[in-house]
């Protein structure tokens, strides 16, 4: 099956329990239409470089799939609905590298960045 990154952001007045019960909501949307969640982080409240909706924070969650993609369409689709959900992005990858995404990395881990002095 075809594998994707999803990232949404939703609403700042939600607390963190409630943004990732978001995930598993949607985690469960897509393995009742065939796929399964790979692996989910929960980024936590950030500040956006623009107002979305009158919100300037939100709540950024960020979930790896293994889905057809009807199943993928669905989840996309039930997410544009969701009140709480600001805005939704999902790619395709080729495959899925192992240990925590970038965002969640320390400072000190990132490969291939300058020194800073």
Known sequence: MPLYEHVFIARQDLSNAQAEGLIEHFGTVLADNG???VGSEYWGVKTMAYK???????H????????PAPAVQEMERLMR???DVMRVLTVKVD???EGPSIQMQ????RDG????R
Request: aromatic share 6%.
């Open 106 to 109: 320390k400072r000190d881990e």
């Open 60 to 67: 950024y969650a960020f979930m790896r799939t293994d889905a």
């Open 95 to 97: 495959d899925h590298p």
């Open 52 to 58: 979305i909706n009158k919100n300037r924070k939100g």
């Open 81 to 83: 609905l969701h009140d």
């Open 113 to 116: 960045r300058r020194d800073r």
């Open 35 to 37: 796929g399964k969640l």
